[in-house]
T-cell receptor, first 114, second 111 residues
Framework: GEQVEQRPPHLSVREGDSAVITCTYT??????FFWYKQEPGASLQLLMK?????EINEGQGFTVLLNKKDKRLSLNLTAAHPGDSAAYFC????????????FGSGTKVIPCLP | EAAVTQSPRNKVTVTGGNVTLSCRQT?????MYWYRQDTGHGLRLIHY???????QIGDVPDGYKATRTTQEDFFLLLELASPSQTSLYFC??????????FGEGTRLSVL
């Protein structure tokens, strides 16, 4: 079945700096890609959904890149601020009727003072 | 407003105990999922369902049963709870092609 590897597990980033979280997946038929944010003690909040046909997606304060050739999905936080302190998870699923999501193991982001 | 409601939010039981976690969604979604979240593992899929009466086995099903009684309600059953099942459990619902919507989670401790 699908396997998703997420790196790094922890990320300290200075306020105002950028940071990148990367997920690699194994199933070439993967079709839907998601990034979730989880603040301490809270549930998962959808950051972005990425279709397989779109390589670059921009959100508020972040960019998501999809490289299907390398089977790599990345989340780039463009200018870290205290509100980015959270765990981030990627998730991947196929296009099929029965596809469930497979999650990465998560990255804990800690913005620190410049 | 779309919602997934889990109950209870916290539960403590003893080894060998019987536990039922409940999930209700009001989104008219066909798909519902149970995940467990443990440090270093992300979310792992336990069971999922396409609709009332349907059940599919996930990646970590051992020690868990599930039942989907209606389109809205999905239950996770631990009939002989063990300390290894101490975890944070999330329920989610989804329509095909859409992002899953997660409940607030149930924190289970098995002593």
């Amino acid at each position: 079945g699908e396997q998703v590897e997420q790196r790094p597990p922890h990320l300290s980033v200075r306020e105002g700096d950028s940071a990148v979280i990367t997920c690699t997946y194994t199933d070439p038929n993967s079709y839907y890609f998601f990034w979730y944010k989880q603040e301490p003690g809270a549930s998962l909040q959808l950051l972005m959904k990425v279709f397989s046909s779109t390589e670059i997606n921009e959100g508020q304060g972040f960019t998501v890149l999809l490289n299907k050739k390398d089977k790599r999905l990345s989340l780039n936080l463009t200018a870290a601020h205290p509100g980015d302190s959270a765990a981030y998870f990627c998730a991947v699923s196929g296009a099929g009727f029965a596809s469930a999501l497979t999650f990465g193991s998560g990255t804990k982001v800690i913005p620190c003072l410049p | 407003e779309a919602a997934v409601t889990q109950s209870p939010r916290n539960k403590v039981t003893v080894t060998g105990g019987n536990v039922t976690l409940s999930c209700r969604q009001t989104n008219s979604h066909n798909y519902m999922y149970w995940y467990r979240q443990d440090t270093g593992h992300g979310l792992r899929l336990i069971h999922y369902s396409y609709g009332a009466g349907n059940l599919q086995i996930g990646d970590v099903p051992d020690g868990y049963k599930a039942t989907r009684t209606t389109q809205e309600d999905f239950f996770l059953l631990l009939e002989l709870a063990s300390p290894s099942q101490t975890s944070l459990y999330f329920c989610a619902s989804r329509d095909r092609g859409q992002a899953p919507l997660f409940g607030e989670g149930t924190r289970l401790s098995v002593l």
